[in-house]
């Protein structure tokens, strides 16, 4: 199944999370989602179908929306990204815009961003996504994911960078 | 009129007339599954989604939000939660009741709904509930203050760990009800069916919390997407991805992690088999 397909739909159908971005434009939601799809005959008909029905007023925000980039003052991603190769994230980890060699050992980490939470026990919040990386026997004494003993600096940069995988 | 225009007129009602009449035929042959246990086919479950999303956003429209950062209002608002919501829509380390595991389309987790609805919206979906989901109208039965209570709560649901949940329930509401015990089939187990495996994850709710290729409904993001999970090396990051530990975790992930926000929904050990059996089809890790 190729990546871009979500369950059961065929591929080049945005997915409703999408077309209800779509629907009322929302800065910063989903970015590069719909240039991840292809922009097949279905999502033509069914944006232009969305863009059509929309209103004009700006959309509300989420009750309690996902972190967004740029929530850790200082972090820079593309550090993080650098960090992240260095510290051989990928040997267990599969990251978008990391080469690698399509490790499984953990979770994939496409969409952490949007993930509701950290190692399945903690909430993603940018604060606990830090100590998640500085320390994560702290959190989850059995967890098969090790302190690799990053810095508070390095853990925020690649923390910086994991936030933009929405 | 002209000829043509009289072919084209007869030409055009003849084809609706035809499509009309298989239509029908078609809704009236009770070709279209409606039990609970067949997913919608993927294009009318994409439509219905759509649907229901627009018909919330244009008539949320003119709601106006009161503040909801009061901590009165949330503790309020988790009492009525804890009434009346966890029952269907389960809470970190909850699961739903079995009656609400049935549910077709699947009850939401109000986690997820949290991080991506508008507190307008999600108001009046408790408000006036919504047709063929099993979500019923609060309006006749709760106050429109202690709807926004609720909605005060599912503000801070987001930040709460299994154990900040389960301190929240001994604080304001008392200890937890017992969950019923699982109930074992007679019937003699068998190999896992990857076919009745996805049924399963279906009916245990699990697509209200992964992203699983081939199932439909299922692109949440509370917990990681299994696409590839076959070839993972770590289950929860904890165990070692053997079929029989796989059917262990499904079955009682808190047994194995306490803290794991993945609740116990008594999965049964044929239906776990069948649940492992699928995910073990999901050996495409790119």
């Not at chain 1, 490790?103 to 909430?123: D, K, M, N, Q, T």
């Not at chain 2, 993001?221 to 262990?248: E, F, S």
């Not at chain 2, 699928?278 to 890790?285: I, S």
Request: proline content about 11%.
């Amino acid at each position: 199944m190729p990546r871009s397909t979500l369950a059961g739909m065929p591929p080049g159908w945005p997915d409703p999370p999408v077309a209800r971005a779509l629907g009322r434009p929302r800065a910063g939601r989903w970015p590069g989602a719909a240039a991840r799809r292809p922009a097949g005959l279905g999502a033509a008909l069914a944006w232009s179908a969305l863009l059509a029905l929309a209103g004009c007023g700006d959309a509300p925000p989420p009750l309690a929306p996902p972190a967004q980039a740029g929530a850790l003052p200082g972090a820079d991603s593309v550090r993080g990204r650098q960090r992240i190769a260095e510290y051989g994230c990928v040997s267990c980890h599969q990251i978008p815009g990391i080469r690698g060699a399509g490790a499984r050992v953990g979770p994939p980490l496409r969409h952490l961003a949007s993930r509701a939470y950290l190692g399945g026990v903690l909430a993603n919040t940018p604060a606990n996504l830090v100590r998640w990386l500085r320390d994560p026997p702290a959190i989850a004494p059995h967890t098969a994911m090790p302190d690799v003993g990053l810095s508070e600096a390095d853990a925020r940069d690649i923390a910086a960078y994991l936030l933009t995988l929405r | 009129m002209k000829p043509w225009m009289r072919t084209a007129g007869i030409t055009l009602g003849a084809t609706a007339v035809a499509g009309g009449a298989a239509a029908l035929g078609l809704v009236y042959s009770g070709w279209y599954d409606s039990s609970a246990t067949n997913p919608h086919t993927p294009p009318v479950n994409y439509v219905l989604d759509i649907a229901l999303q627009r018909s919330v956003t244009v008539r949320a429209a003119d709601v106006d939000v009161p503040p909801l950062d009061d901590p009165q209002r949330a503790i309020d608002g988790f009492k009525l939660f804890r009434a009346h919501c966890v029952q269907c829509h389960g809470a970190p380390g909850v699961a739903p009741e079995p009656f609400a595991r049935g549910l077709m389309p699947a009850p939401a987790a109000l986690v997820d709904t949290a991080r991506h609805w508008p507190a307008s919206e999600i108001y009046w979906v408790i408000r006036y509930g919504a047709k063929m989901t099993g979500m019923p109208a609060w309006q006749y039965r709760i106050s429109d203050d202690d709807i926004w209570n609720v909605v005060a709560f599912m503000k801070v649901l987001p930040t709460l760990s299994v154990a900040d949940y389960r301190a929240w329930d001994s604080r304001h509401a008392g200890g937890s009800a017992p969950s019923p015990p699982p109930v074992t089939p007679a019937a003699e187990l068998r190999v896992g069916d990857a076919e009745a495996g996805r049924k399963a994850m279906q009916q245990y709710l699990c697509i209200t919390c992964h992203a699983i290729p081939g199932v439909v409904g299922a692109n949440r993001h509370v917990g990681p997407p299994l696409q590839g999970i076959a070839r993972q090396q770590y289950i929860a990051g904890i165990l070692p991805n053997t079929p029989d530990n796989m059917v262990r975790w499904l079955r009682d992930p808190t047994a194995i992690d306490p803290d794991s926000a993945m609740p116990d929904l008594d999965v049964s050990e044929q239906d776990a088999r069948d649940m492992a059996a699928y995910l073990y089809t999901l050996d495409d890790a790119k």
